[in-house]
């Protein structure tokens, strides 16, 4: 692709965010994902409490990927579900992030079928099964992607020991576990794209918004919580509060990027319809 053709495809890009309102749709969704948040985290960290993932391993786990300010309010989070744990937690919390995340699914398909100029056909009922669906898919691969990350090198050792491969296996292992994480991600990421907006689409129509939304937002998480680490003084400025801040900021960018990656999916789309 030659640099005037990603030069127009970056101006149309700019054209259909200023169009689409992506901005007050990122607003939206960060909003409900932020009333998600917290249920959420009361119930994912409710129910490692039952098992021995909780702990020191996963909190530096948890600190390599966020601001401190947020690590730091998971951690006041997790010292005050682990102290009272209640089972009630589970269900509760897991019911009220389903319902306040595919609220935000829904958010998502209204800005995708925009993005393909499409009006929503379909019955209430799918679309909200399919918010639901989608929730869940992203909370199971975030689950599995955590007891993977955390668990990963002891299960690698126990590979390696069985296959008999040594060091240069420990070294394949380590690189794979995280490897599997970002492919499942791109995974739903692709499944996202096609199956929200009231459209048929294949999997070559969303490959490209499913690869630019994987990769920004790796590169989102990274660096804002390089920036809020170092350059930013919301804690200082607005207290406790500041974790709030941060991590609504997060998501309100993460959301936006992945709202760039469906109007890059409609963009080519129509270019080669």
């Excluded at 997790?78 to 269900?91: D, G, L, Q, W």
């Excluded at 690189?175 to 499944?191: P, Q, T």
Aim: net charge positive; hydrophobic share 55%.
């Amino acid at each position: 692709m030659k640099y005037n053709e990603i030069w127009k495809i970056g101006k149309k890009l700019y054209m259909r965010f200023v169009k689409d309102d992506i901005s007050a749709l990122g607003a939206q969704v960060a909003y409900y994902l932020i009333l998600s948040f917290f249920p959420f985290l009361v119930f994912l960290v409710t129910l490692l409490s039952y098992t021995n993932i909780i702990g020191t391993d996963f909190l530096s786990m948890v600190s390599a990927f966020i601001p401190n300010s947020v690590y730091m309010l998971i951690l006041d989070i997790e010292n005050n579900v682990y102290r009272t744990r209640n089972k009630a937690f589970i269900s509760l919390g897991m019911i009220a992030t389903i319902w306040s995340a595919s609220s935000g699914v829904n958010a998502f398909m209204y800005g995708m079928n925009k993005a393909y100029k499409k009006k929503e056909t379909r019955p209430f009922w799918k679309v909200r099964a399919l918010s639901v669906i989608f929730t869940l898919a992203l909370s199971t691969i975030l689950f599995c992607s955590i007891v993977l990350i955390v668990f990963g090198e002891t299960l690698g050792k126990h590979l390696s020991e069985i296959l008999m491969h040594g060091n240069s296996f420990d070294l394949l292992w380590n690189m794979l576990r995280y490897a599997i994480s970002l492919v499942a991600i791109f995974i739903v990421f692709i499944l996202f794209y096609m199956y929200t907006p009231n459209d048929n689409l294949h999997v070559k129509e969303v490959l490209p918004g499913a690869v630019l939304s994987t990769i920004a937002l790796i590169a989102l998480s990274a660096g804002f919580a390089f920036y809020i680490d170092n350059f930013s003084n919301l804690s200082k400025t607005y207290g406790s509060i500041g974790a709030a801040i941060a991590l609504l900021i997060w998501l309100y960018w993460s959301s936006v990027i992945i709202f760039m990656g469906s109007e890059l999916n409609a963009l080519l789309y129509r270019k080669h319809k």
